[in-house]
């Protein structure tokens, strides 16, 4: 019996555009959590009994281990009730994030068709495999996309007056 063959090693280039757009899925996750906490909270008033609070802080502590897709299923839903108006294009962003962060965290790499491109082997849940060849360009463009859905994704959080705190901001007293 042979050995399966080691993988391709990825360009310097290529392995930095991905562990970039890895880390933009994690801020995302951060935000995407920061804004439920506020929306929700927001959602309920000031004047929430105990067992409401007691409810909500359950939920909250649920999220912190959500996934990515998730965690925009449970964004979508809360920016429906609370009628952001541009809710319906940013959840088609946010889905395609969806997509790509599996992809980007899932595939196996082999060398694409022209130099300096890369193929994902990759098949979802739903059999589908990536057709196309990705380069460094084509992932920062995923970077790209997913900050300024985060970007967007703080903006509401901040728009509700419940910042929250974020993770490594512990401020010295």
Do not use: Y
Not at 12 to 17: K, L, Q
Not at 42 to 49: I, M
Not at 117 to 143: C, K, L, Q, Y
Request: aromatic share 6%; hydrophobic share 40%; net charge negative.
């Amino acid at each position: 019996m042979s050995l399966p063959r080691a993988p391709d090693r990825l360009s310097d280039e290529m392995a930095s555009a991905i562990g970039h757009a890895v880390s933009g899925f994690g801020f995302l996750e951060e935000a995407l959590k920061r804004a439920i906490f506020s929306l929700t909270r927001q959602g309920l008033g000031e004047d929430a009994d105990d067992a409401a609070l007691e409810r909500w802080l359950r939920r909250m502590e649920e999220i912190a281990d959500d996934t990515l897709g998730t965690l925009i299923d449970s964004f979508a839903a809360v920016m429906k009730q609370a009628r952001i108006e541009d809710r319906h294009t940013l959840a088609e962003t946010l889905d395609a994030i969806r997509l790509q962060r599996n992809l980007l965290c899932h595939a196996s790499w082999r060398p694409g068709k022209e130099p300096g491109s890369w193929h994902p082997t990759f098949i979802n849940t739903r059999g589908e495999r990536f057709p196309d060849d990705m380069n460094t360009e084509d992932v920062r463009a995923i970077h790209e996309t997913t900050l300024k859905a985060a970007r967007r994704v703080v903006s509401i959080m901040r728009a509700t007056g419940i910042d929250g705190e974020w993770a490594g901001h512990e401020t010295e007293e």
